[in-house]
């Protein structure tokens, strides 16, 4: 068994300066398909007790009713923006403090990829592959899924210390650069043809 990462490439990897953000408030982003597996009424809830954080929503789906029934029964909703779909996420990657993925369950995913690409940081749930990107204190914080207490707790810690999350900024986009790249991904792929070419010849 060979793993090949995903990799990113394009705009996302364009040298671009972080926004200037403010010490004690944040503003954090979620990206996604809005669909049961990603859990984002956990995040609603952890960011409701954050008075100093606003939340942006990237992305539709069939959960999107659900998930605004709870920013309503949280009592956040003027910290909370629904941005629906976007056919191009980066400009709302790069204007975030801090990037949260909350998914019951993912394999590689992307959207992580682009945030650390952007030089954003994470909060991220411990699944799949996401451990084997996400180091955590350096590009992150990992948190078990289904505990907002925990994704609370990250973001409270990041809100209140800018130059860490400045650190981490740095960190998770040379990860990204030095691992998973387009180019990366490619090469990978093209060394696992080569070896499954030379044993079957």
Same mark, same amino acid.
């Given at each position: 068994?060979?793993?090949?990462?995903?990799?990113?490439?394009?705009?996302?990897?364009?040298?671009?300066?972080?926004?200037?953000?403010?010490?004690?408030?944040?503003?954090?982003?979620?990206?996604?398909?809005?669909?049961?597996?990603?859990?984002?009424?956990?995040?609603?809830?952890?960011?409701?007790?954050?008075? &100093?954080?606003?939340?942006?929503?990237? =992305?539709?789906?069939?959960?999107?009713?659900?998930?605004?029934?709870?920013?309503?029964?949280?009592?956040?909703?003027?910290?909370?923006?629904?941005?629906?779909? &976007?056919?191009?996420?980066?400009?709302?990657?790069?204007?975030?403090?801090?990037?949260?993925?909350?998914?019951?369950?993912?394999?590689?995913?992307?959207?992580?990829? $682009?945030?650390?690409?952007?030089?954003?940081?994470?909060?991220?749930?411990?699944? =799949?592959?996401?451990?084997?990107?996400?180091?955590?204190?350096?590009?992150?914080?990992?948190?078990?899924? =289904? $505990?907002?207490? $925990?994704?609370?707790?990250?973001?409270?810690?990041?809100?209140a210390d800018l130059p860490l999350r400045r650190a981490m900024s740095v960190s998770a986009r040379r990860r990204?650069?030095?691992?998973?790249?387009?180019?990366?991904?490619?090469?990978?792929?093209?060394?696992?043809?080569?070896?499954?070419?030379?044993?079957?010849?």
């Amino acid at each position: 068994m060979h793993t090949v990462y995903n990799g990113v490439g394009g705009e996302f990897l364009a040298d671009c300066p972080r926004p200037a953000s403010a010490g004690g408030e944040l503003d954090a982003l979620w990206l996604g398909l809005m669909e049961p597996v990603k859990r984002v009424p956990d995040l609603v809830a952890a960011t409701a007790r954050l008075p &100093q954080v606003r939340l942006t929503l990237v =992305g539709d789906g069939p959960e999107r009713e659900r998930v605004e029934a709870a920013v309503a029964a949280a009592g956040s909703a003027e910290r909370v923006s629904f941005a629906g779909f &976007q056919a191009d996420p980066a400009p709302y990657l790069r204007a975030a403090d801090v990037f949260v993925l909350c998914s019951a369950a993912e394999a590689c995913p992307m959207a992580l990829l $682009q945030a650390m690409a952007c030089g954003t940081p994470v909060v991220a749930t411990r699944v =799949g592959g996401v451990p084997e990107i996400v180091r955590h204190g350096v590009d992150g914080f990992l948190v078990d899924p =289904g $505990q907002p207490e $925990q994704i609370r707790s990250a973001l409270g810690w990041l809100a209140a210390d800018l130059p860490l999350r400045r650190a981490m900024s740095v960190s998770a986009r040379r990860r990204v650069l030095e691992r998973f790249g387009a180019e990366r991904m490619v090469e990978d792929l093209l060394g696992v043809y080569a070896r499954t070419t030379a044993c079957a010849s």
